[in-house]
């Protein structure tokens, strides 16, 4: 993968920003709820930067990142969860994916997107439509990826990822997801709650829960603030009490690479090859959609990789 800017002005600022893109996992009302907290702040700037993205794209783009994000709580090993929206909106849809190391990548269907007047709010609805939201799961070991869907029914990412698990998984669950923008337009703050009551949890633990949320900051402003996740969990949940389980680093990340591509080009036919070969255009430019890097291969890589294929 190539960052085209990671976030911070230099070095020390990038292993500060580094050090506080964070996942936090909690229990709370004796292990019958159990929550997550993110902390992405670094990980939206640099989705941002790699893809270019004006404000209204981040905003959309970036809570499916960070919802995401939080729903990768709970994976282990080689797992991957993946959340897709198709819908009949300018924005057309969105494509991300996380893994159990904390790793984000994904894109907008459409990008920019088109708007006719200027943006009065932020609002998500009249960009997504009517449409599709899908969650995957491709867990290791299992055959086959597990797929449920919901119609988009809030048009608010949040909204909806709690729609699917309280209609797939008939589990109650809160998404709490937002990006604070500064008068420049850049990203300050981005953060996300999530929690969710087991199955056989005490009905008073929905009402307690519900009331608590009211008193719980914006995760963005959180982000903003740099104040700790841990200690404003232990404040606000305190009559709960709160289990802290651990925290670990989340990051725009994807696995694509030089070497990759490479190999994507050699399962070419071996007459394609040669047509790029003997007539370009060089360089070649390929582009991960996943993360917008693009690598460039000379005709020198190229003849390389065909008579490679010969042989």
Excluded at 23 to 46: K, S
Excluded at 84 to 113: H, M, Q, W
Excluded at 169 to 176: A, G, K, L, W
Aim: with cysteine; net charge neutral; aromatic share 8%.
């Amino acid at each position: 993968m190539i960052k085209k800017k990671p976030y911070g002005a230099n070095a020390k600022e990038q292993l500060k920003a580094n050090a506080r893109d964070k996942m936090y996992r909690f229990l709370l009302a004796d292990d019958t709820v159990r929550g997550v907290f993110i902390h992405g702040t670094r990980m939206i700037n640099e989705m941002r930067s790699n893809f270019d993205l004006g404000i209204l794209e981040t905003y959309i783009l970036g809570h499916a990142y960070l919802g995401c994000t939080l729903m990768s709580a709970n994976l282990k090993g080689k797992d991957r969860i993946s959340l897709s929206i198709d819908g009949t909106g300018p924005a057309k849809g969105l494509s991300v994916e996380a893994n159990a190391y904390g790793e984000v990548r994904g894109f907008l269907k459409k990008n920019p997107i088109p708007v006719k007047a200027p943006l009065e709010s932020l609002n998500m609805s009249p960009f997504l439509g009517a449409g599709m939201l899908s969650v995957t799961k491709i867990l290791e070991g299992m055959k086959q990826p597990y797929t449920g869907q919901v119609a988009l029914e809030y048009g608010n990412i949040a909204e909806d990822l709690a729609s699917y698990y309280f209609t797939s998984e008939q589990t109650p669950t809160v998404f709490n997801l937002s990006i604070n923008f500064n008068k420049e337009g850049e990203v300050v703050g981005a953060g996300g709650l999530f929690l969710q009551v087991m199955p056989g949890a005490p009905e008073e633990t929905d009402k307690k829960i519900e009331a608590l949320l009211a008193s719980f900051p914006s995760p963005g402003d959180i982000a903003e603030r740099a104040e700790n996740p841990e200690e404003v969990i232990q404040a606000v949940f305190s009559e709960l009490t709160p289990k802290l389980l651990g925290s670990h680093r989340v990051e725009f990340f994807c696995r694509c690479s030089e070497k990759a591509f490479s190999q994507h080009l050699s399962m070419l036919p071996k007459k394609d090859l040669a047509a790029i070969a003997n007539e370009g255009p060089f360089p070649v430019e390929l582009c991960c959609h996943n993360c917008n890097s693009t690598y460039h291969f000379s005709k020198e890589q190229i003849t390389e990789i065909w008579k490679g294929k010969k042989g």
